[in-house]
């Protein structure tokens, strides 16, 4: 059975920062294309990074997180990460991986998710 747990979420002030990990049972992390999608409140999902599959592990952002957010994965713990600095208020949403990779459309009925994890940045 495939499975996503998400965890490292909690409340930062602006300027803070966090590390996401989406722990993967059921398929191994390396072989799939991962993403990192998020929703802040009243708003549509939004896509916010993804990692390739295989050792490349080619990786791309949103422009609204590019040079403050890193993708990573460890594949001897079947995990990915999400290495949040700098983060701001906007930055604000329910954060959750997702086996996919950005051309996916974003519909919680396609493809595995997790339950998402909650970020909130504010003063």
């Known amino acids: 059975e495939v499975r996503l747990v998400e965890s490292g979420g909690g409340s930062v002030q602006p300027g803070g920062s966090l590390r996401l990990s989406c722990s993967a049972s059921?398929?191994?992390?390396?072989?799939?294309?991962m993403s990192w999608v998020r929703q802040a409140p009243g708003k549509g999902l939004e896509w916010v990074s993804h990692?390739?599959?295989?050792?490349?592990?080619?990786?791309d952002y949103a422009d609204s997180v590019k040079g403050r957010f890193t993708i990573s994965r460890d594949n001897g713990k079947n995990t990915m990460y999400l290495q949040m600095n700098r983060l701001k208020t906007e930055d604000t949403a329910v954060y959750f991986c997702r086996r996919a990779a950005r051309w996916v459309p974003l519909n919680r009925a396609v493809s595995y998710w997790g339950q998402g994890t909650q970020v909130t940045v504010s003063s």
């Open positions: 990692i390739r599959y295989g050792d490349t592990g080619i990786t």
């Open positions: 059921g398929f191994n992390v390396s072989n799939y294309d």
